[in-house]
């Protein structure tokens, strides 16, 4: 179990090979308690992002975190497009157990505001590694609580970089740009960590053997996930460990350099959906992770998964 001066923290996510590894990180992190996992639909429908995080959980021997469904749509309009990036299942065909245990009955929204309320204010932390939705309904339907939040550190948005979905628009932003608009003015403090960050923390191949080579059932599966997650088989360095970054920067802030930026988000059809406008009249401020040692990122990666604990048979 996790140490008892470990900071609680709630992982938001949509499941995914890349928030798969960032979840296994955390799990095995005793920095971080985790008490809660809720879903949202993003990188897959809802069920099987709900699905896959029981899954996740259930290899890492973590079953007594608690799975909560969220939001299957945005805040409005239709839901986006998945990426081609992660296979039917979300896990790019990983072998990993089925859930111990079926997801709570109570919906994510609730259990979230119980929480936070029961809780002291600003003691609890979210990790958000898909779309915003589920932490924008809770701003909107119950602010008392979402004002209890200590912080929110998420993975979404572009600065300098292009998107990767829109000429400037990052997915998780752009699969509801409202709930991001949401979450920005909500008060709370928010670190996001764009595109600009996130594409140059790529594992290469020699990094997936030697976790695969270490003997620990973490890491092992971690090298499964990330060779599931190279572009091609000539390729030479996978894609970007975008979720992962968001554990990262939460563990060890100090391999990240963060700026401040006042932002907004383009929420109208004709103006790529999901961009990041820096706005200093009118925009909200922001913590934005806009460098990192990608080397001594990797290498911590590298060093947790191969003295994580844990790690059961599929």
Known sequence: MSD???RLTIIDTDPGIDDAIGILLAVAAPELAICGMTTVAGNISLVTTTRNAGRILAFAGRSDIPVLMGAAHPLSGPGPEPLDLHGDDGVGGVVLPEPARPPATQAAGEWLSELLLQRPRGTVDVLALGPLTNLAALALGRPEAFSRIGRIVAMGGAIHEPGNVGPRSEFNIAADPD???VVLRGGVPLVLVPLDVTRRVRADRAFVDRLAAGGRPLAGKVAELIAAYFPSATNDASRPLHDPCVMLLALHPELFGCETMRLSVATAPAEDPGALVVDERNGCPVQVAMS???????????????????GTQA
């Open 292 to 310: 990192v040692d990608a080397p001594a990122v990797l290498a911590v990666l590298e060093q947790r998964l191969m003295l994580a604990p844990g």
């Open 179 to 181: 709930a991001a608009a």
């Open 4 to 6: 008892a001066k470990a």
